[in-house]
């Protein structure tokens, strides 16, 4: 079987929404990565269920070992989840070195493996501020790697890219991603925090659109 398109899937709020975009312009192949995070375990049960409510074939890859090798408090080897808003300082600590270029290099081998040319990424605006490979620059050099390492056969693409969470949340409702499926928290905890970055910034858009986050909290 061939796909048109392949994104990876985390089972968070910004991949549901763009395996959405993805899922809506032609035939895609899911990827999730288990690299030692400590909230993969949960978002990787959402990473399934978002692909079987859509239909998309997915693909679950263990990078356990990769993860070992990096240092960021992200990983369930590293310290603490800060807390706080997004842009504050100690959310750096939450950067894993060279995460989604890692990612994108292995997607890369898995599109043009499947006949699929382009990969979507979920990276967004919000991001930009702390995660080095999330920024414009880095998809511009991403993408000229990839095309040059698979002869012009795949490219990268990042719809969200100058996008908030406020209007990737908005696209979101209007096409139909069910959020109550998502995993957005960094913590290594059945429920969400309420308090890192990560669950700060997807209530923020909650709330900025009028509408309640259908996940549940153990602080608001």
Known sequence: MS????VSVSGGMDSATVLRYSD?????????FTYGSKHNEYE?????RLCQHFGIDLIR????????????????????????HYEDENMKLTVVPGRNMIFTS????????????????????????????C?????????????????????????FIYSDKESI?????????PYEMTRTCY?????????????????EAFRLIGKTDPVAYEEK
């Open 106 to 133: 292995i997607l890369a081998g898995i599109a043009e493996s499947n006949g699929a040319g382009k990969i979507f990424l979920g990276i967004h605006s919000g991001d930009h501020a702390i995660y080095p490979d």
């Open 169 to 177: 949340l908005r696209w979101g409702y209007e096409h139909g991603v």
């Open 3 to 6: 796909y048109e398109h392949v």
């Open 187 to 203: 913590k290594h905890q059945p429920l969400a925090c309420g308090k890192c970055g990560a669950c700060q910034e997807r209530l």
């Open 44 to 48: 990787r049960e959402c990473a399934v």
């Open 135 to 159: 920024r414009p620059e880095f998809l511009i050099a991403m993408n000229d790697a990839v095309m040059a390492g698979t002869d012009n056969k795949v490219c990268l693409e990042a719809p």
């Open 24 to 32: 809506i312009l032609g035939k895609t192949l899911a990827v999730n």
């Open 61 to 84: 890859l263990d990078l356990s070992n990769v993860g070992k090798a990096l240092k960021s408090n992200l990983l369930l080897s590293g310290g603490e989840i800060p807390e706080g």
